[in-house]
């Protein structure tokens, strides 16, 4: 049985350019997906495709159970959508977003109200509610857009690089507020370039490139597929690499790679910690001094490296960026004009 969000086999083209070239999708009730891969991947093309915002040319989509090409109006009225800028009307006081949204999804005015203030206590805006949006630092208009995107209460998000261009402070509350909610049993579908944003949020993550799902699996799941721990030790004397291989070469579960220039050795190992433990008692005996050393894990960032070639967060110049930054507001837009049929 399908998960809340399902895709199987999405095409969609823009002239010459095929911006998602079978995507297949599956994202269990109550869990995250982050969708990960650097501008112009597909990402938010894909989420627009899921959130009825563009139809594909091919393929099937399911979201809450609906068909997203057949029943798209319903698809509408069960989900949030958060885009990569945020899109409330600055003239508005916060509490006013909010309560505006609600009644665009026909809530009667007292039922918008509660709802407003329950939203504006939860994203710590209270303080802020009665001053107008425009006054509001990036960080809060983050969290006032992604309040909006909850009025409903949907059971199903999509959050389009919610935390692009917050600092790192912010980063880190709306990543809470987000825990929070999945916690409360909502889906969430999250695009990201951030790795580590995708590591501390994501259930399971998919690598996208050139519009294809390239990898799929737990942040562990895919950190393995690099070849898991590996030992890296750096020398003091360039004489000593050789003799410093040799010990490495007795706990390696591969090939040792040196660097000359920087006088530092690789190797794969599994053993953890009491393995490095044991690697330096080796070193020392044999009289090798050491500047450096430690236990390496992969990163997404490695990860990607290996999957793609290039890392995530490469600008891509045939990307739809600008496209996705125009088109924020304009989904919003057209989300609450639906809403209000």
Same mark, same amino acid.
């Given at each position: ?38 501008? #112009?991947? #597909? ?10 915002? @563009? ?31 945020? +899109? ?9 977003? @909010? ?13 918008? %109200? ?31 857009? @992604? ?13 389009? &690089? ?27 579908? @999250?695009?990201?370039?951030?790795? &580590? ?29 690099? /070849? /898991?721990?590996?030992? *890296?030790?750096?020398?003091? &004397? ?5 003799? +410093? ?13 040196? &660097? ?11 053993? #953890?910690? %009491? ?13 090798? *001094? ?46 609450? *004009?639906?809403?209000?049929?």
């Amino acid at each position: 049985m399908p998960g809340a969000i399902y895709a199987e086999g999405l095409v969609k083209t823009f002239g010459d350019v095929k911006a998602l070239d079978g995507v297949d999708l599956d994202v269990p009730e109550g869990t995250v997906l982050g969708l990960l891969g650097p501008n #112009g991947a #597909g990402k938010t093309t894909t989420v627009r495709c899921l959130t009825t915002l @563009l139809r594909p040319d091919s393929g099937r989509a399911v979201v809450a159970g609906i068909d997203v090409l057949k029943r798209p109006n319903d698809v509408r009225r069960s989900i949030g959508l958060s885009g990569q800028f945020a +899109a409330v009307d600055e003239y508005l006081t916060g509490r006013e977003n @909010l309560q505006m949204v609600g009644q665009l999804y026909q809530m009667k005015a007292k039922a918008a %109200k509660v709802r407003a203030a329950e939203l504006l206590d939860q994203f710590n805006l209270s303080d802020a509610a009665d001053r107008p949006a425009k006054t509001y630092s990036g960080g809060m208009r983050r969290r006032l857009d @992604l309040a909006a995107a909850l009025v409903v209460r949907p059971p199903v998000m999509f959050m389009d &690089e919610p935390t692009t261009g917050l600092d790192p402070r912010n980063r880190q509350q709306l990543w809470e507020v987000i825990k929070q909610l999945v916690s409360g049993g909502t889906t969430l579908l @999250l695009t990201t370039q951030y790795l &580590e944003e995708a590591d501390h949020l994501a259930h399971d993550i998919a690598v996208v490139d050139h519009g294809r799902v390239i990898a799929r699996g737990t942040s562990d799941q895919l950190k393995a597929r690099t /070849g /898991g721990e590996r030992v *890296e030790v750096v020398v003091h &004397e360039r004489d000593d690499i050789t003799t +410093a291989s040799e010990v490495l070469r007795g706990f390696g579960k591969g090939e040792t790679t040196v &660097e000359q220039h920087t006088r530092k050795l690789t190797v794969p190992v599994t053993g #953890g910690a %009491k393995l490095l433990a044991e690697i330096i008692r080796d070193l020392d005996t044999r009289g090798i *001094e050491i500047d450096d050393i430690g236990l390496r894990r992969p990163t997404l960032d490695d990860v990607f490296l290996s999957l793609t070639g290039h890392v995530a967060e490469e600008n891509d110049p045939g990307n739809g960026a600008a496209d996705a930054e125009q088109g924020d507001g304009k989904a919003r837009k057209q989300k609450k *004009e639906e809403a209000a049929k």
